[in-house]
Structure formats: structure tokens, C-alpha cells
């Protein structure tokens, strides 16, 4: 005979919805690009450090606990980057001179080689200001992207204008949203040291005309100590309007559009201000390769030196001869 006993009821779990970031922009329609950021051969303590300010930098669009190991060479990067949608790597090595950042499109290239002249850390950059701001919030969006002194007109310029401009998802300026635009990076080529300046802001907008205790109170949502004062508007007219942060240049002030927060309402006047969230670098550019990591030399800092020197060498050999055909010229005529 069967046996009959109290059965238990299965109870089903439904799994957690896994949340991943949009392939696709919904607004634009293109591709949101991808990075990996991490590191090839031994980093020191500070190189470590700066590895995790770019990964954060790069965010949201980017893997921040990335593990590597030391058996991983590029082709494993490479596998897992095309199941992910990663389009771009940005590779961090030393040498026994000194320390270079490579970045490269995948899976084909180009690979631009730079070499990191100056660095500084986000946590040094903020050890130097007085009220450093760096809020977990602005991370959530990825950040803009200005160039500066790049039209120059030679190739290798345009390529790596056109490699930063890509590594960041691109905005449209009649749908991007106020609230997204909270981080900035910076890059500025110098033509006589042909350096170029890679720096990271966040900008913040404040009301003109709102003295910091107000913006203050109307963010925190805290009553504001007023035992010390005769009325209320002493709180208003004690520190006067305006605050010695905010920039006194129009041109430094928009009218917003629509409302950004609790304090920037739209129809009025904001200031703009960055600060420097870090990290900041001198990056050299010394060689640009077709493929990803290997494949034709399209440009070299180094040949294209030889070959001023030897225009120079050439100039003076040329000078040298004259001078000896001026002096063969005028011992005949003596």
C-alpha cells in the first residue's frame, strides 16, 4: 500500500532581475561605448591608485572591479570584451623610465601609446582644496568631453581627437538632460611643449544672488540656529547676498532651461563653477599603431625627431658649402 504523507510544498524563488547598462542610446540611437580599464606587467603603490581614479572615471560605463590576474595576457581581455559590448581598453604599464597609458579600440584598433610625463591622484588633488567635493552621485552619468588646441591639421591630431571623442558617449544638445551633466574632462594640447593636459571636473551650478546659508538650508532641510539673531532677517542679510566662491563674469552665468535640483529653478540666472576632482596628467603622445597593440607604425614622436634633426643637419651642410663656393669665387677673382 502507497504511503501517504504530509507533502511539503515547494515554494518557488523568482531570480533578481540583473540590471546592465544600455547597449544602445535610447535618444541618439548609437552605440554607448564600453571601456575596460586595467593594467599590463607590475604597477607600484601610486600607478595601483591612479588604475582605480581612471576606472572611476570612466564610469558608469566601465567595469570598476575588474580583477586581473598575471597569468591574463590581451587575447583574454579581448574574448570577454566582445560578449560585453567593450569598445574601448585603456591599458597602464611601466617601464624602468617611466609610466604609459595606452588606449585602444577594439577589436581592430588604433592604439594610441602615451607617455605620462606629471600625474597627480584624486586623493592628492583633494588634499590641496580647502572644500573638496566629490559626491557619489555625479558617477552615476558619464562625464562630458572638451578639447582644446587639437586643430592643428596633422593626421595624428585628428586621430587622437577623434579617439577621446569616442571613448565617451556622445549628447544631444536639444534632449540631453540638465542632471546628467555633472562631470567634465578636459584635454588641451600645447603646441610648443606638445604636451597635453588631461584633467577631470565636476561642475555645479549655484543661484546668483543666494547667500551660501540659504542654499545651505534649503538642501540639508535643517533648521537654522537662530537664538544669536534679533529677527529673521538678519539670517537673510548677515552674510549678504551672494558668496565668495561664485564667479562675478556674466559670462561665466547661464539661465537654465528646466529645474536642476532643490535650489537652480529654471527662467533664473546660474553660476558655473569646476572643480578639480582629479586625477590630473602630462600626457606625451609617442606612437600610434594600426591594429590593437601591433600592426603598421601610423605615427612615432621618435622618427619624426630624427627627421627634423637630419632636415637640420642637412640645412647646415647646405649653408657650409655655399660659404666654400663664395670663397673659391673670390680668390679667383683676386
Same mark, same amino acid.
Given at each position: 500500500?502507497?504511503?501517504?504523507?504530509?507533502?511539503?510544498?515547494?515554494?518557488?524563488?523568482?531570480?533578481?532581475?540583473?540590471?546592465?547598462?544600455?547597449?544602445?542610446?535610447?535618444?541618439?540611437?548609437?552605440?554607448?561605448?564600453?571601456?575596460?580599464?586595467?593594467?599590463?606587467?607590475?604597477?607600484?603603490?601610486?600607478?595601483?591608485?591612479?588604475?582605480?581614479?581612471?576606472?572611476?572615471?570612466?564610469?558608469?560605463?566601465?567595469?570598476?572591479?575588474?580583477?586581473?590576474?598575471?597569468?591574463?595576457?590581451?587575447?583574454?581581455?579581448?574574448?570577454?570584451?566582445?560578449?560585453?559590448?567593450?569598445?574601448?581598453?585603456?591599458?597602464?604599464?611601466?617601464?624602468?623610465?617611466?609610466?604609459?597609458?595606452?588606449?585602444a579600440r577594439t577589436p581592430?584598433?588604433?592604439?594610441?601609446?602615451?607617455?605620462?610625463?606629471?600625474?597627480?591622484?584624486?586623493?592628492?588633488?583633494?588634499?590641496?582644496?580647502?572644500?573638496?567635493?566629490?559626491?557619489?552621485?555625479?558617477?552615476?552619468?558619464?562625464?562630458?568631453?572638451?578639447?582644446?588646441?587639437?586643430?592643428?591639421?596633422?593626421?595624428?591630431?585628428?586621430?587622437?581627437?577623434?579617439?577621446?571623442?569616442?571613448?565617451? /558617449?556622445?549628447?544631444?544638445?536639444? #534632449? +540631453?538632460? &540638465? *542632471? !546628467?551633466?555633472?562631470?567634465? =574632462?578636459?584635454?588641451?594640447?600645447? @603646441?610648443?611643449?606638445?604636451?597635453?593636459?588631461?584633467?577631470?571636473?565636476?561642475?555645479?551650478?549655484?543661484?546668483?544672488?543666494?547667500?551660501?546659508?540659504?542654499?545651505?538650508?534649503?538642501?540639508?532641510?535643517?533648521?537654522?540656529?537662530?537664538?544669536?539673531?534679533?529677527?529673521?532677517?538678519?539670517?537673510?542679510?548677515?552674510?549678504?547676498?551672494?558668496?565668495?566662491?561664485? /564667479?562675478?563674469?556674466?559670462?561665466? #552665468? +547661464?539661465? &537654465? *532651461? !528646466?529645474?536642476?535640483?532643490? =535650489?537652480?529653478?529654471?527662467?533664473? @540666472?546660474?553660476?558655473?563653477?569646476?572643480?578639480?576632482?582629479?586625477?590630473?596628467?602630462?600626457?606625451?603622445?609617442?606612437?600610434?599603431?594600426?591594429?590593437?597593440?601591433?600592426?603598421?607604425?601610423?605615427?612615432?614622436?621618435?622618427?619624426?625627431?630624427?627627421?627634423?634633426?637630419?632636415?637640420?643637419?642637412?640645412?647646415?651642410d647646405d649653408e657650409e658649402?655655399?660659404?666654400?663656393?663664395?670663397?673659391?669665387?673670390?680668390?679667383?677673382?683676386?
Open positions: 500500500m502507497a504511503r501517504i504523507g504530509n507533502r511539503k510544498k515547494r515554494i518557488g524563488f523568482s531570480k533578481a532581475p540583473i540590471i546592465r547598462n544600455p547597449v544602445v542610446d535610447h535618444v541618439t540611437g548609437d552605440k554607448i561605448p564600453k571601456s575596460f580599464v586595467f593594467s599590463r606587467g607590475k604597477l607600484s603603490g601610486s600607478l595601483k591608485q591612479l588604475l582605480k581614479d581612471l576606472r572611476e572615471l570612466m564610469l558608469p560605463y566601465t567595469a570598476l572591479k575588474l580583477k586581473e590576474k598575471k597569468r591574463n595576457n590581451l587575447k583574454d581581455f579581448l574574448n570577454v570584451a566582445g560578449s560585453l559590448g567593450v569598445t574601448h581598453f585603456l591599458m597602464l604599464s611601466k617601464t624602468s623610465s617611466s609610466p604609459y597609458l595606452r588606449v581592430q584598433g588604433p592604439t594610441l601609446t602615451f607617455k605620462i610625463e606629471e600625474y597627480s591622484l584624486a586623493l592628492d588633488v583633494a588634499k590641496s582644496q580647502i572644500r573638496p567635493r566629490r559626491p557619489p552621485e555625479i558617477f552615476k552619468s558619464p562625464p562630458l568631453i572638451v578639447l582644446s588646441g587639437f586643430g592643428t591639421g596633422e593626421e595624428h591630431l585628428k586621430l587622437t581627437t577623434i579617439m577621446f571623442q569616442n571613448i565617451f /558617449p556622445a549628447i544631444d544638445i536639444n #534632449t +540631453v538632460k &540638465l *542632471s !546628467s551633466c555633472q562631470r567634465i =574632462v578636459l584635454l588641451n594640447f600645447d @603646441k610648443e611643449t606638445k604636451l597635453i593636459d588631461f584633467r577631470h571636473y565636476s561642475i555645479r551650478l549655484q543661484p546668483v544672488g543666494v547667500s551660501r546659508k540659504l542654499r545651505k538650508f534649503v538642501l540639508n532641510h535643517q533648521a537654522p540656529d537662530l537664538s544669536n539673531l534679533r529677527d529673521v532677517s538678519d539670517f537673510v542679510t548677515k552674510a549678504g547676498y551672494g558668496s565668495e566662491s561664485e /564667479p562675478d563674469d556674466e559670462a561665466s #552665468t +547661464v539661465t &537654465l *532651461s !528646466s529645474d536642476l535640483g532643490r =535650489v537652480n529653478k529654471a527662467s533664473t @540666472k546660474s553660476a558655473v563653477t569646476l572643480q578639480e576632482i582629479g586625477p590630473r596628467m602630462k600626457l606625451r603622445l609617442i606612437k600610434i599603431e594600426a591594429g590593437l597593440c601591433a600592426g603598421g607604425i601610423i605615427f612615432s614622436e621618435y622618427e619624426n625627431e630624427k627627421k627634423a634633426q637630419n632636415q637640420d643637419n642637412e640645412g647646415e658649402g655655399d660659404d666654400d663656393e663664395e670663397g673659391e669665387e673670390d680668390e679667383e677673382d683676386s
